[in-house]
């Protein structure tokens, strides 16, 4: 179920440590920035995946998920309204 603490709990400890979040941008009022931040105050590295491709949260971003040069355990998508 969306937003039930076990559940985010169990994402939070078994998708790895690393995540491309597609959209990430410097737009602090997206919602893909706002994902991002809580996630790192879980210890998780962030990578930004933007055609931009600025850097976030002091991680350089990448134009596209095939330019990260390094292993990505997650990958996630932040749709906003």
């Known amino acids: 179920m969306y937003g039930d603490p076990a559940t985010i709990r169990k ?5 790895g440590d690393t995540w491309a979040v597609v959209g ?11 994902v ?3 996630l790192q105050r879980y210890g998780k590295r ?5 055609p931009k ?5 002091g991680e350089p971003g990448y134009a596209s998920l095939s330019d990260i ?10 749709l906003s309204s």
């Not at 994402?11 to 998708?15: A, S």
């Not at 962030?46 to 933007?50: D, E, L, R, S």
């Not at 491709?53 to 949260?57: D, K």
């Not at 040069?69 to 932040?78: A, D, H, K, L, R």
């Open 46 to 50: 962030v990578v930004p995946v933007h």
């Open 24 to 34: 990430l941008s410097t737009n602090r009022s997206r919602a893909a920035y706002g």
């Open 69 to 78: 040069p390094f292993p990505v355990g997650t990958v996630s998508w932040v």
């Open 53 to 57: 491709a600025a850097t976030v949260h």
């Open 11 to 15: 994402i939070l400890t078994e998708l």
């Open 36 to 38: 991002a931040e809580v």
